[in-house]
């Protein structure tokens, strides 16, 4: 039986969805006009106010915000309330560059309390479950969002935060852990030093896992409910719009579920910037329409996918989003032939190899060079060097005829790839140093 932490808005029905949007899409156009310098001259400059702002109809007039909008604000510039009403910030992990910082008034602080207990329902959470966070707590946004969301729903907040592998694992057995929250790359990492220490899954209770914060393949999900024993859940979001919790994978694991009533998504061409028609592929951009601190509008996520508007299964209405393939920043562009380094992980694990795997790039005579390493059994590498040749020679084929781009394979022994206890550092660009 499906759970819902705020089921009449979880499954409300499109008028009120758009009746709710309309509303607060104007209100919040008003607000940062008046209150952020900034936005008003980018609506001066096209020349638009806020009168022409009357439905969502309209979103399309308004002005894409780019990551640069905020490094050019940095720290505080689109900040749309005084000091003295901000309750905390955060800060993104600075994958992709300099930091940015996101403000939160106490009430933003309770939607998302509410959007990470809507992931929290929508896994079967009960109050009585402990809910270890392993996302690392401070400025990134994954621990404090999930633990919020943890107390939200009443059940047992623990407050593990990333690394020290070990005890995390005598915390499972001795506390009881239910549901664990982690990027999936460190799930994989808790699931493989479970089998390595020997500890079967009959001692651990974890029945559930919320992983999100970067790309992941379904093929990982598989491995990692396997390796952990639990039905494994996708989360999306970004510290730009809030944190973990914009959007939510149901028990249909179909998509994730976008909370439409905070947030408008659209889908854009990210070259024309033109919004495509539903269900196309394109760039993901998002428009905040409750937030008080720093409330963008549509803000270029960089992020690749598709919106799916039909209903789902579960019986909510919100319109859901597919597992970002990646950002398009992430996207490796080897000797023209566009690749995900997520697309590399699905050949991998179809070819029953280990999702420990690097990509590293490098130009070579002015030619892209795209070398796979992955991490293969202490059996397999202790193999004939003929043997290992031809293996990785294979997989190597495999890539050219399903991504159409030649690479090098080279097999690593076991352990030899540095596991992430955050976000996992797939791609090494030496193509940037030259
Ligand atoms: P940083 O930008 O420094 O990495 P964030 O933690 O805010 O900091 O990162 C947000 C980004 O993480 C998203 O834009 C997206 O690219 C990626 N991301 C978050 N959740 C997922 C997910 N479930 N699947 C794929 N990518 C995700
Ligand atoms: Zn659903």
Excluded at 31 to 48: D, F, H, L, S, T
Excluded at 388 to 417: H, M, Q, R, W, Y
């Amino acid at each position: 039986m499906e759970q819902y932490w705020q089921k009449e808005i979880e499954t409300a029905s499109r008028e009120q969805l758009t009746a709710w949007q309309n509303e607060r899409l104007v209100n919040t156009v008003k607000r940062v006009y008046e209150n952020v310098p900034y936005y008003r001259a980018q609506m001066e400059k096209a020349g638009i106010t806020p009168d022409d702002i009357k439905s969502i109809d309209d979103l399309h007039k308004l002005p894409f915000t780019y990551k640069s909008d905020l490094r050019d604000t940095y720290p505080f510039g689109l900040f749309a309330v005084p000091m003295e009403q901000v309750a905390t910030m955060h800060a993104s992990s600075g994958t992709t560059g300099k930091q940015i910082v996101a403000g939160y008034t106490e009430n933003d602080l309770a939607i998302w309390g509410d959007i990470c207990a809507r992931q929290l329902a929508a896994v079967g959470c009960e109050k009585t479950d402990i809910v270890h966070v392993s996302y690392g707590y401070g400025l990134f946004t994954g621990g404090l969002g999930l633990h919020r969301g943890a107390r939200r729903i009443g059940a047992v907040a623990l407050p593990v935060s990333s690394g020290n592998t070990a005890r995390q694992l005598t915390i499972f057995q001795d506390f009881g852990s239910n549901i664990l929250c982690c990027t999936p790359s460190y799930a994989m990492y808790l699931g493989e030093s479970l089998e390595e220490a020997g500890i079967p899954l009959d001692k651990i209770k974890l029945k559930a896992g919320i992983f999100g914060a970067e790309p992941w393949t379904e093929e990982m999900r598989r491995m990692i409910e396997k390796k952990l024993g639990l039905k494994a859940y996708d989360i999306y979001g970004l510290t730009e719009i809030m944190g973990p919790g914009v959007a939510y994978e149901c028990s249909c694991q179909k998509g994730m579920h976008v909370n439409e009533d905070h947030f408008i998504i659209e889908v854009i061409d990210p070259d024309t910037g033109e919004v495509l028609p539903k269900g196309s592929e394109g760039e993901i951009v998002f428009s905040c329409i409750t937030k008080e601190a720093f409330p963008l509008l549509r803000y270029r996520t960089r992020d690749i996918g598709v919106v799916n508007y039909e209903t789902c299964e579960c019986g909510r209405t919100f319109c859901r989003m597919s597992k970002p393939r990646g950002r398009s920043d992430d996207m490796l562009i080897i000797r023209g032939v566009n690749v995900f380094p997520s697309q590399i992980e699905t050949v991998l694990m179809r070819e029953g190899h280990s999702p420990n795997y690097q990509l590293v790039v490098d130009r070579i005579n002015n030619l892209d060079t795209l070398e796979v390493k992955v991490e293969v059994t202490a059996d397999v590498f202790s193999d004939t060097v003929a043997n290992l040749t031809k293996a990785e020679k294979k997989l190597a084929d495999s890539i050219k005829s399903l991504l159409g781009v030649a690479v090098k394979v080279t097999f690593c022994a076991p352990n030899t790839i540095a596991r992430s206890t955050g976000k996992a550092v797939r791609v090494i660009d030496n193509r940037k140093l030259h």
